[in-house]
């Protein structure tokens, strides 16, 4: 008498448990389509654009960006906010979802940390590229060294930003990987071929499915669980530290923990989203991946609208609120009008308007309505980042030192590569990774369908 | 052969290990890694640490590299008095025809690296001009001329002089003429020694030709008192300066003599002295006006009409009589009222090179008395010499075949000459051509006989810039190329065997040795050396009358104001001045000190013109028939004008100053036989098409922000604080989380005097010079990447039709509360125990969070590597200019951020030096660069724990505040604010 089919099934179509297992191994037992050499293709071009441009980039300095005296942080510190948001849906969906007893994250949440463990190293490469020195960069390791008693500075933002970022990829990636040693063994267990037995046995890590192994399993997924929840939280917010630590206006706000961490999962969800309508479609996938998952992910990101709406009117209510001349100016006349008003209202439009389309029922059941939105919304949320990074930096204090900002080929080609490394990666893990996690779809295939008195 | 063998596997061929396994084994253990390991069903955690061991290490060995090999060369004969890493500081004089300085080189290792005033020399006291900062850099220079040439051909000392000799000879028995044409000469023993050159010859003439002339002032004191000079302005004894067309704090005579007597009479609070009240009509925005308290805009054509008619006021007020005629567009009543009022103690001046005008002036300055105090004909300024009509004349006998051997010295007239055709034409007409010059130039090459000269710091010589007021150059170091000076060469050619400076010495002996009262020359020589200046009593020549006469006639000639078109203003740049120095990578990239723009000349407009015209910055403009210019938008500008930079668009300078900008010499023209440096013309487009200025300031309004805070001496005589009331706010406010840093010993501090600014930028230059700043180019600048880590501000306020100007030198503020120390992850930034804030460039990684987080913006990043690098080939490439290095400030490497250090190195040096002593340091003992080349004193450096250190007392004097003191950064970097003289003089 408790289930009431009021969602609808988790998993439709009334599949077997090894059906299952064969349906979601599809993608990896079988060559892909034509579309997905095309793409692997595309995104390998970009790629190498990006190795080019981290080549130049390192070879000759950060002098071929587009910085300058003033605004030292361009596009390489958008794009870093922008694929750090990026990864916050994996662990989110993990860990929020389980959290809240959302059982239909089952079929999505193994992409989504997928998604997670790409964006987050594609993040990482932008503070190693914008040093100076990268060939330093172990500097800000906190390790004893001969040097004196040199040390990091506890203090700077950056240097928890470096932990918080190591740490949570680190962790996102052991719960990704974790989570995939029954699957892997399971693949391990039904190919015929050598070589693969030989790789998936090694990342299986001798998983036989005894209760211990399941044990241990389980307690470990607690475990990490615990500290992603917490770091899912603390990543962005330490993220905003960097901006919100920093003396200049614009950056100056109290509201930057709360107010990163909420886009991040906006634009985590967001990019969840346009993965798996393409994931459904490619890989006929939609009994797993239902509408009513859509659906669920679409409600949610209305509802993240929304709070993003507050925190943007909060942010220019504070700024005239405070009196302060300097912030005023940033808002109201580098932001709201000025030169940098596209990036403005591009990020209201994208983030707070649009998105409360997904009102409608209609919409959120339409695939080019949720691709066109979920798209939208992550152009948005670079914007807004844009906005935060380089509006503030180009008219502060001085107006001599007043500049404008323009990227350069190189910074667009680094940040295209970033672009082509993340669908490669997602492509690479569609093909030899399984898409769900097999064992947790199984628990759930009873859900939401009809049981037989 | 005997085989020697230590243990079994050794003589069975197994080599083995140090831990006793064979290398065998090893390889078999390495492989099962990968056979067995990977094939297994499971892996184990060996396994796992096996291969991220091994993937790691190989990475290591893969990324070594090696690094360059130098060698340090010891001294095999040491030099007594060098000791490695210590300075010697040799005095000598700047003099290149157009500016002088007396100085003092600082050489490291034999090699001369700054530039500093000599504090003895009272023409500059400490002060230098950003040319002469930037002079040592030309020293080093490979666009110097390396050797001799005949024809283009390298040829040895000997050959050119015995071929020299013998066209010369031949040219005097054939009773053709010799011409010595030179750039001025102030040298007492070069004027000598050229006489006697030309007493050799039958026909002999000396001219010197200035590139921009001051003939008709010299022409026009001729005529009103028999002198032919240019007189020295006391501004110190002045209340009252009305400047015409004279930009005499950037370009004018000699600003780095002017600056300090100007600025010692702009202090509000100087006691028992008036401030100073400065009018000032010009055309175009410069230096001088920027500073004056009023400014008003004429046209050039105007200035006639409104200098008679200030003459005609002051004539009628003092001869009782109303004033009767014609009132011009501006009215002078109250100025004719306040100089009067202060009556002998005004000047009245202008810098237009027009022989009526100048009498005007004279008339003025003589109806006024002021030729008394504030105006010094008597001991006048041997600057400029040079005469438009005798270089008219020689140009002409050249053409006309008079003269048969030219030797030109220190000139480029195939540059600068305005008819450099007519120049060229008439060189063909001579037999022998000698040329001396130092470096390259348009005119080398052009010459039969190329005889390079020694660069200033290489060559011996003397100077009288004011009659009475001697001084020394000597040699710095020793000559680098195969050149000679000038006056070895002179003596060479007349068969004088004496070498230059066993000349200079014997006319020394002769001629000034009796005026001093030390017993025997070699003391007195010793001690002119050492102090680089010698200075005796004239006797004051009968007070000079004025020959009223003259005046009528000027005063009567017709007066056309141009009513239509557009007057063109040709004038010498802050920067780069007649052009002498556009080779010079320092002074190229130093930004016009108002107009913010560099690595171009531009046409400045007004922003009416620029409207009605539809002209924006960056618009190529087509001025006259043939001059295409980029125009620059220049609030300030007077309607109708147009002002365009001399001393760019060369073509044969180097490589840094070629084809950069236009040259418009041969746009100045000649009315009277004085050049005019300017043009009329109807024409003026708008091509429409774009060039890429290089701006290093594109916003130019404060946004009412308190940045230069200012007040008028009204106010300030009720109020010294008024204009700074938020200082005191502030204070009150002042609270902190923290306990409050204690500095025991010293705490520096900077305190800068914004009424004592003018702008002039040799600071700029100076610390440049100091502190191994590295030029970017113009592309770097517009990418607003520009290194200086002082920089000086240009602020307007009020409409662009006429703004007021404000300028503030903007270094690192030194917080003690330092945004940017805080945010550096690996701490490469910090506070020192003595409060600088410090950058440690060895632990920089170069996130830039710093540059973000600094509310000045005053830190630079090296977004390249500037040295060794073909793209940056200024002068950190070649080993020659790198001389220049100093070697007490560490050459920054790509990726890391720097700043100004309130000279480190300097304040290191002092206090060791006090330290070996045994004594305290004295204030303002330590200087650093911006402050010791500061020619108006505005920059005061010291120890803000000694109550009474100058910086001290400055700190707490009413009118300081702290830039951006609302954030709480502490700096320690005070401003003192502008205060504007707005009252006019009463009698």
């Keep these: ?453 | 052969m005997k085989k020697y063998w230590k243990s079994v596997e050794e003589f069975h061929g197994i080599t083995v290990g140090d831990n006793g396994i064979s290398e065998e084994k090893h390889k078999e253990e390495f492989l099962e890694l990968f056979e067995n390991g990977l094939l297994r069903k499971t892996s184990s955690r060996r396994d796992f640490f096996k291969i991220f061991g091994f993937s790691l290490s190989s990475a290591a060995l893969a990324a070594s590299c090696k690094r360059p090999v130098q060698n340090a060369i010891p001294y095999v004969n040491h030099p007594p008095e060098i000791t490695p890493g210590k300075s010697l500081y040799y005095a000598t004089s700047f003099f290149d025809g157009h500016e002088y300085s007396g100085i003092l080189v600082k050489t490291r290792d034999g090699r001369p690296v700054k530039i500093e005033g000599n504090a003895l020399s009272s023409f500059n006291n400490e002060g230098t001009s950003a040319r002469v900062q930037a002079s040592v850099l030309s020293l080093y220079d490979d666009a110097r001329l390396k050797l001799p040439t005949v024809d283009n051909l390298p040829v040895n000392w000997d050959t050119l002089d015995e071929q020299v000799i013998k066209d010369l000879s031949g040219i005097n028995s054939e009773d053709g003429e010799i011409v010595l044409l030179t750039s001025t000469i102030n040298s007492p023993s070069t004027i000598k020694l050229i006489n006697e050159f030309g007493t050799r010859f039958k026909k002999f003439r000396w001219v010197q030709y200035d590139t921009v002339s001051y003939s008709a002032i010299l022409e026009a004191n001729l005529i009103c008192f028999g002198k032919a000079a240019i007189p020295d302005y006391h501004f110190q004894n002045a209340g009252y300066v009305v400047s015409v067309n004279a930009d005499f704090l950037g370009t004018w005579v000699s600003p780095v003599h002017f600056i300090p007597k100007y600025t010692s009479r702009r202090k509000p609070d100087s006691p028992g002295q008036e401030m100073l009240r400065h009018i000032h009509f010009e055309s175009g925005m410069s230096l001088t006006g920027s500073n004056a308290d009023k400014r008003i805009k004429i046209r050039p054509s105007e200035e006639k009409q409104l200098l008679t008619e200030l003459y005609n006021r002051i004539a009628a007020r003092q001869s009782g009589k109303e004033f009767q005629g014609s009132a011009g567009r501006y009215d002078v009543s109250e100025i004719t009222e306040s100089l009067i009022s202060s009556k002998g103690k005004s000047i009245v001046l202008s810098g237009t090179n027009n022989v009526e005008i100048q009498l005007l002036i004279n008339g003025i300055n003589s109806l006024l008395g002021n030729y008394a105090d504030c105006i010094d004909l008597n001991r006048n300024l041997n600057i400029a010499s040079g005469i438009d009509s005798r270089v008219e004349e020689l140009v002409n006998d050249l053409n006309e075949g008079k003269v048969k051997a030219l030797l030109m010295y220190n000139v480029n007239p195939v540059y600068d000459y305005p008819g450099s055709g007519n120049f060229l034409a008439g060189l063909k007409n001579t037999v022998v051509t000698v040329n001396m010059a130092c470096s390259l130039n348009e005119t080398v090459g052009k010459a039969k006989y190329e005889s390079p000269v020694h660069h200033y710091l290489e060559s011996w010589n003397d100077a009288e810039i004011i009659p009475g007021q001697l001084s020394l150059a000597q040699p710095c170091i020793n000559p680098l190329f195969d050149t000679r000076s000038f006056q070895e060469s002179l003596l060479k050619w007349s068969g004088n065997s004496l070498s230059w400076h066993d000349y200079l010495m014997a006319n020394w002996e002769k001629e000034f040795f009796q005026k001093s009262d030390l017993p025997d020359f070699r003391k007195f020589w010793e001690v002119c050396l050492g102090n680089g200046v010698f200075s005796y009593n004239i006797s004051d020549s009968k007070p000079v009358s004025f020959n009223k006469e003259v005046l009528s006639a000027s005063i009567n000639s017709k007066v056309s104001v141009g009513t239509y078109g557009f007057e063109v203003i040709l004038y010498e740049s802050v920067a780069l001045g007649t052009g002498l120095y556009a080779n010079n990578p320092w002074l190229m990239e130093l930004p016009d000190p108002v107009s913010r723009h560099c690595w171009d000349n531009v046409a400045a407009v007004s922003p009416a013109d620029a409207e009605k015209l539809g002209i924006i910055t960056g618009h190529l403009i087509k001025i006259g028939e043939n001059l295409v210019i980029p125009a620059f938008i220049q609030p300030g500008q007077a309607e109708g004008t147009v002002s365009i930079a001399l001393g760019y668009g060369h073509t044969n300078s180097g490589p840094v100053g070629d084809n950069i900008g236009v040259n418009v010499y041969p746009f100045v023209g000649l009315i009277g036989g004085t050049r005019v440096y300017g043009f009329t013309t109807g024409k003026l487009e708008n091509t429409l098409k774009q060039s890429q200025l290089a701006l290093t300031q594109v916003h130019h309004s404060m946004e009412g922000r308190p940045i230069v805070r200012e007040t008028v001496l009204s106010r300030y005589r009720s109020n010294p604080s008024s204009g700074n009331e938020l200082h005191e706010e502030y204070e009150l406010k002042h609270r902190t989380l923290y306990p409050e840093v204690n500095y025991d010993g010293f705490h520096w501090g900077l305190a800068i005097d914004l009424n004592s600014c003018v702008g002039c930028n040799s600071c700029v230059i100076a610390c440049q010079a100091e502190n191994n700043i590295p030029v970017v180019g113009k592309a770097e600048v517009r990418n607003r990447r520009i290194m200086h880590w002082i920089k000086i501000d240009r602020y307007y306020s009020e409409t662009p039709d006429n703004p007021k100007v404000y300028f503030q030198p903007l270094t690192c503020q030194h917080c003690d509360n330092a945004p940017c120390e805080n945010v550096c992850p690996v701490s490469a930034t910090n506070h020192s125990s003595e409060g600088l804030n410090q950058m440690t460039y060895n632990r920089c990684i170069g996130t830039k969070y710093c540059i973000n987080n600094c509310p000045y913006k005053v830190r630079r990043f090296n977004w390249f590597r500037y040295t060794n690098n073909k793209a940056f080939d200024f002068n950190t490439v070649s080993d020659l200019g790198k001389m220049v290095l100093n070697p007490d400030v560490t050459v920054r490497e790509r990726g890391v951020v720097e700043k100004c250090s309130f000279c480190v190195q300097r304040i290191q040096e002092k206090k060791l030096l006090a330290k070996l002593e045994n004594r305290t340091l004295k204030d303002n003992e330590i200087k650093t660069a911006c402050m010791q080349a500061c020619p108006s004193g505005a920059i005061v450096f010291g120890n803000l724990k000694d109550r009474n250190s100058e910086v001290s007392k400055l700190f707490q004097n009413p009118r300081n505040y702290h830039l951006l003191e609302e954030l709480h950064t502490l700096p320690s970097v005070g401003y003192l604010t502008k205060v504007w003289n707005d009252e006019e003089k009463k009698s």
């Design chain 1, 1 to 453: 008498m408790y289930n009431k089919n009021i969602r609808g099934p988790l998993v439709e179509g009334n599949k077997t448990l090894s059906q299952i297992s064969k349906e979601i191994l599809n993608p990896m037992e079988t060559t892909p389509g034509l579309w997905w050499y095309i793409a692997f293709g595309i995104s390998l071009i970009a790629a190498l654009f990006g190795f080019y441009a981290i080549y130049i980039t390192v070879s000759q300095g950060i002098g071929t960006w587009g910085v300058n005296n003033s605004v030292g942080w361009g596009w390489e510190i958008v794009n870093f906010v922008w694929w750090i948001g990026i990864g916050h849906a994996g662990t989110a969906f993990s860990i929020f979802l389980l959290i809240l007893r959302q059982k239909w994250r089952t079929s999505i949440n193994r992409a989504a940390e997928a998604m997670t463990v790409i964006a987050v190293m594609c993040a990482a490469l932008f503070p190693a590229l914008h040093m100076g020195r990268v060939w330093l960069a172990f500097y800000i390791f906190p390790y004893p060294n001969t040097r004196g008693p040199l040390w990091v500075n506890f203090n700077s933002p950056l240097f928890w930003d470096f932990i918080a970022i190591t740490a949570y990829l680190l962790i996102s990636f052991s719960f990704w990987y974790l989570g995939m040693l029954p699957d892997f063994a399971t693949i391990r267990d039904r190919t015929t071929s050598k070589i693969k037995k030989a790789i998936y046995g090694f990342f299986g890590m001798g998983w036989t499915g005894s209760s211990h192994h399941w044990i241990r399993f389980e307690s470990l997924s607690f475990i990490l669980g615990g500290i992603a929840a917490v770091l899912v939280v603390s990543v962005h917010s330490i993220v905003s530290t960097d901006f919100a630590v920093g003396i200049i206006p614009g950056w100056h706000a109290t509201l930057f923990p709360p107010y990163f961490v909420v886009g991040a999962i906006f634009s985590g969800f967001a990019m969840v989203m346009t993965l798996m309508v393409f994931v459904r479609k490619m890989y006929s996938l939609t009994d797993y991946i239902t509408d009513n998952h859509m659906d669920a992910i679409a409600r949610i990101l209305v509802f993240i609208s929304l709070i993003m709406g507050t925190a943007y009117s909060t942010e220019v209510f504070v700024a005239w609120y405070s009196g302060n001349e300097y912030e005023m100016f940033t808002f109201f006349r580098n932001r709201i009008t000025g030169d940098y008003t596209v990036q403005f209202w591009g990020m209201i439009i994208c983030n707070a308007l649009i998105p409360q389309l997904f009102w409608f029922k209609k919409i959120r059941r339409s695939w080019i309505g949720l691709l066109i939105i979920s798209l939208i919304i992550n152009l948005g949320m670079w914007y807004e980042r844009f906005n935060i990074v380089v509006t503030s930096l180009s008219k502060d204090y001085l107006p001599s030192n007043w500049v404008s900002y323009n990227p350069t080929y190189i910074e667009i080609g680094v940040y295209a590569g970033t672009l082509g490394l993340f669908l490669a990666g997602i492509l690479l893990f569609f093909r030899y990774i399984p898409i769900m996690a097999i064992s947790e779809v199984k628990s759930v295939v009873n859900i939401g369908t009809k049981v037989e008195d």
